[in-house]
């Protein structure tokens, strides 16, 4: 069973977590804006995305792949600076349709942002998000950043590519 790592990062932290998934899996790993890389021809998927914005950035590559990614297992996790939760649940069903969402499992990785890294407008936009955020940590974190990216993180996703490959063995 081959499988492979398919990822759209903006600032780094969903590109690390989707190497580290590659280190510990043997998987391969490639950014969906590389022309050369195929769904099609892997068995199983991971699929990583940044969340920016309350959407995933992967969404219009899925939206195009997604009659080669309806007929594969599929695991994808998500990287924000929100945790697990509701809200995340919302903005994942608002970036990928229903059908493709029903056949794959979602794991939450926290990400990290640093506001000397975004350009003056984003810098703005999370200044104003702050000040009406009624979450007092969250808001501190818009203004000043964060960082939760730990390579322990990936374990849920591991397990799941283990089970992955003990169901197919088991064929």
Known sequence: MNGAIFFSSKYGSTEQYAHWIGQATGLPVFDVNDATADPKEYDFLILGSAVIFYRLI????????????????????????????????????????????????????????????????????????????????????????????DKSSIEPILKRVERLRANHAML
């Not at 979602?106 to 000040?131: C, E, F, T």
């Open 58 to 149: 992967i969404r219009k590559w899925a939206k195009s792949n997604l009659t080669d990614l309806l007929d594969r297992s599929k695991i994808l996790f998500t990287v924000s600076g929100a945790g697990a939760g509701p809200k995340l649940d919302s903005w994942v069903a608002a970036s990928l349709p229903k059908i493709l969402l029903s056949k794959m499992d979602h794991v939450a990785l926290r990400g990290s942002m640093d506001p000397k890294k975004l350009n003056w407008g984003l810098r703005q936009i999370m200044r104003i998000g702050a000040l009406i955020n009624p979450d007092p940590q969250a808001s501190k974190e818009e203004r000043g950043g964060f960082d939760y990216v």
